[in-house]
């Protein structure tokens, strides 16, 4: 009698305690895309990112993106970062096939939130898979949420000057499920705390105003990121080689340089939307002068 496969199961939530804070990981989709060097390794010698996977057990033609928005509760809020792909692979014809279906509100119901729990969105920016799941069916889908975004983020999408092609949709989309959402948006500026313990990061050049947030509890912090680092390896490794999706290419291996220096020279831990999940670690800084990703292991159970 054969023997029945029950095919492919993998960890989606992940929550732990920084100081007073509980902090939580959701897988909210994945991609698997051809292209590792033709997406990640813009500007690199010929076979270098092939050598680079090789060195680091990955496949050198493919690699998977994950999606994994993040929920703080600070014990006097429950503050959502970003909301991942939600429907818009069935609401937007051009990005059906490409985009995964999100998978956030399951993911929060399972963690034991219900979408009227969530106090504040903040996001990183307003690419797609940020913003993807703010409406369900015509109406917020966080209902007594008010949301917060960097002004300058805000501002270059509604003015919608000097889009490129290949970001037309994007503006698109921003038009259709962030700009309705202005009245409740509160704008800040790199330096500006959403709340006590949680203090805006300049991330800028991926997009114009791509921000991180450092978050600190009774002396433990960690600093959220989001598409400052879009592969694990090669962003890090190599944060020098450039990436179609930036749109401003040399300001965002800028940004890159300077977290890398910052994060491993302070030791501070780090999150990361698109790092493999529970996308949870360090950045170390190695003798030969590279930076590595340090996945997590139990530090952050104990
Ligand atoms: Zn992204």
Known sequence: MAADMKG???PTLYRFKLGNFEMMNMLDSFAQRDGLAAVHGGGSAPGAVEEL???????PSKFEHPFVPALVNTGNEIILFDTGNGTLSKDVEALKGRVPEGHLVERLAQAGYKPEDIDIVCFTHCHPDHIGANFTNGKPTFPNARYVISAAEFDYWKKGENISDARKPTK???????APLADKCTFIKPGNDVVTGIRAVDCSGHSA???GYHIESEGK??????DSFLHYVCGI????????????QQKAVENRKRLLAMTSSEKL?????????????WIDKRADGRHQWVAASYQMNM
């Open 8 to 10: 492919p199961l993998r």
């Open 53 to 59: 996977a090789k060195m680091n057990n990955i496949d």
């Open 172 to 178: 698109a989309q921003f038009d259709r499920i962030m």
């Open 209 to 211: 105003g791509l921000t």
């Open 221 to 226: 912090r960690v600093l959220m990121f989001a």
């Open 237 to 248: 490794q190599h944060p020098e080689w450039t990436i179609g999706f930036d749109d401003n």
């Open 269 to 281: 831990m780090v999150m990361g939307f698109h790092m493999p999940f529970p996308s949870i670690g």
